[in-house]
């Protein structure tokens, strides 16, 4: 039976989480891994309602290993 592979992330403004599903033809799925990471993306932001540069690298670092497991 084919298949294929989906990944789905959700960055929030705290976590970011990733989900990998094994889809196949007939619509069933199965999951085949998953992960997250607490990032504080939102941390520091102020009254200004600003990201800070800190946090945004965290999460740059965190999607760039959710892309070496997607790859893998």
Same mark, same amino acid.
């Given at each position: 039976m !084919? %298949?294929?592979? @989906?990944? /789905? #992330?959700? @960055?929030g %403004? !705290?976590?970011?989480?990733? /989900? #990998?599903?094994? &889809?196949?033809?007939?619509?069933?799925?199965?999951? #085949?891994?998953?992960?997250?990471?607490? @990032?504080?993306?939102?941390? !520091?932001?102020?009254?200004?309602? *600003?990201l800070? %540069?800190?946090?945004?690298?965290?999460? &740059?670092? *965190?999607? !760039?290993?959710?892309?070496?497991? /997607?790859? %893998?």
């Amino acid at each position: 039976m !084919n %298949s294929k592979k @989906v990944a /789905i #992330i959700d @960055v929030g %403004s !705290n976590s970011i989480r990733i /989900i #990998i599903m094994k &889809i196949y033809e007939n619509g069933s799925y199965k999951m #085949i891994d998953q992960g997250k990471e607490m @990032v504080r993306l939102s941390e !520091n932001m102020g009254a200004d309602r *600003t990201l800070k %540069s800190e946090p945004i690298q965290r999460t &740059i670092h *965190t999607l !760039n290993m959710f892309k070496s497991l /997607i790859d %893998s």
